[in-house]
C-alpha cells in the first residue's frame, strides 16, 4: 500500500532549460573571468554538490577561494541575481502540474526531495508553481537537511514530514543511485523516470515521462 507521495525536482518535475553547464560559464565570466575555465566549472560543481549548508553564494565564495582568487565584495548581489536568472530558465515537465494538483486533490500527502543548493531549488520551486502543492520540501542545501540524497537522513525527514512509515511511502525520481537506491536502502518503495531495462535492473517500476507515471500511479497504486 502506498498512501504518500515523494517527488525529485530536477529531470523528474522540471528543470533548467538553459543547460547547466552554460549556467556556469554565464557565471565564470561575471566573477572570474580571467580564471581557467574548466578548472571553475569542476570546482563550482563540487561546491554545488557538498553535503551540509549550501547556497550558490557560499559555493561560490568557496570556489574562488579554492582557485586562491578573492571573491569580489557584491558577491552576495550577483549570486541573486544568478539565482533569479536561474528560476526564470526552469520549465515544469510536461504533465507535472496537473498529476500534482490531482493528488494534491484526492488527499495525497506529498514531498518534494531535491539535491542542491537551497536557495537556488527553492526558487526554481517557486517559479514553477509548485511551492503550495507539497506538505513538506526538503531541499539537500538547507541547514535544517544537510544532507543529500542518498543519504538515509533527508529520506527520514521526509516520511516525518508527511507523517508516513517509509514502507508505505513511494518515491519517484531519475537517479538510480540517489531517487530510487537511496529511497529503497531507507525502506521505502520507489518508481524510476527513466529506462524500463534500467528499472528492471533495479526492481522497481520505469516510466518514460510525467504522463505515463500518472497512469502507472492510478491503475497499480489506486492513486
Same mark, same amino acid.
Do not use: H
Given at each position: 500500500?502506498?498512501?504518500? $507521495?515523494?517527488?525529485?525536482?530536477?529531470?523528474?518535475?522540471?528543470?533548467?532549460?538553459?543547460?547547466?553547464?552554460?549556467?556556469?560559464?554565464?557565471?565564470?565570466?561575471?566573477?572570474?573571468?580571467?580564471?581557467?575555465?574548466?578548472?571553475?566549472?569542476?570546482?563550482?560543481?563540487?561546491?554545488?554538490?557538498?553535503?551540509?549548508?549550501?547556497?550558490?553564494?557560499?559555493?561560490?565564495?568557496?570556489? =574562488?577561494?579554492?582557485?586562491?582568487?578573492?571573491?569580489?565584495? #557584491?558577491?552576495? +548581489?550577483? /549570486?541573486?541575481?544568478?539565482? %533569479?536568472?536561474?528560476?526564470?530558465?526552469?520549465?515544469?515537465?510536461?504533465?507535472? +502540474?496537473?498529476?500534482?494538483? %490531482?493528488?494534491?486533490?484526492?488527499?495525497?500527502? $506529498? !514531498? *518534494?526531495?531535491?539535491?542542491?543548493?537551497?536557495?537556488?531549488?527553492?526558487?526554481? *520551486?517557486? !517559479?514553477?508553481?509548485?511551492?503550495? =502543492?507539497?506538505?513538506?520540501?526538503?531541499?539537500?542545501?538547507?541547514?535544517?537537511?544537510?544532507? %543529500?540524497?542518498?543519504?538515509?537522513?533527508?529520506?527520514?525527514?521526509?516520511?516525518?514530514?508527511? +507523517?508516513? =512509515?517509509?514502507?508505505?511511502? $513511494?518515491?519517484?525520481?531519475?537517479?538510480? /543511485?540517489?531517487?530510487?537506491?537511496? /529511497? %529503497?536502502?531507507?525502506?521505502?518503495?520507489?518508481?524510476?523516470?527513466?529506462?524500463?531495462?534500467?528499472?528492471?535492473?533495479?526492481?522497481?517500476?520505469?516510466?518514460?515521462?510525467?504522463?505515463?507515471? #500518472?497512469?502507472?500511479?492510478?491503475?497499480?497504486?489506486?492513486?
Amino acid at each position: 500500500m502506498v498512501r504518500a $507521495l515523494c517527488f525529485d525536482l530536477d529531470g523528474t518535475l522540471g528543470g533548467y532549460a538553459g543547460g547547466f553547464g552554460s549556467f556556469l560559464a554565464w557565471l565564470r565570466q561575471e566573477v572570474a573571468p580571467d580564471g581557467e575555465p574548466g578548472r571553475f566549472v569542476e570546482v563550482m560543481q563540487e561546491e554545488l554538490r557538498r553535503d551540509g549548508p549550501v547556497t550558490l553564494e557560499t559555493a561560490l565564495k568557496r570556489t =574562488l577561494l579554492r582557485l586562491g582568487q578573492r571573491p569580489p565584495l #557584491d558577491l552576495g +548581489a550577483t /549570486a541573486r541575481a544568478f539565482v %533569479r536568472a536561474y528560476a526564470e530558465d526552469v520549465r515544469p515537465a510536461p504533465g507535472a +502540474a496537473e498529476l500534482l494538483a %490531482r493528488l494534491r486533490g484526492a488527499g495525497v500527502p $506529498l !514531498a *518534494l526531495v531535491s539535491n542542491g543548493p537551497a536557495d537556488m531549488q527553492r526558487s526554481a *520551486l517557486r !517559479a514553477l508553481g509548485f511551492e503550495g =502543492l507539497f506538505d513538506a520540501v526538503l531541499v539537500s542545501g538547507d541547514p535544517e537537511v544537510g544532507a %543529500r540524497k542518498p543519504a538515509a537522513r533527508i529520506f527520514s525527514l521526509a516520511c516525518s514530514g508527511l +507523517a508516513a =512509515l517509509p514502507g508505505e511511502t $513511494l518515491m519517484v525520481g531519475d537517479s538510480p /543511485a540517489s531517487d530510487v537506491q537511496g /529511497a %529503497r536502502g531507507y525502506g521505502m518503495q520507489a518508481v524510476l523516470l527513466g529506462p524500463q531495462a534500467e528499472g528492471e535492473r533495479l526492481g522497481v517500476p520505469a516510466v518514460a515521462d510525467v504522463p505515463e507515471l #500518472d497512469a502507472l500511479l492510478r491503475r497499480r497504486f489506486g492513486l
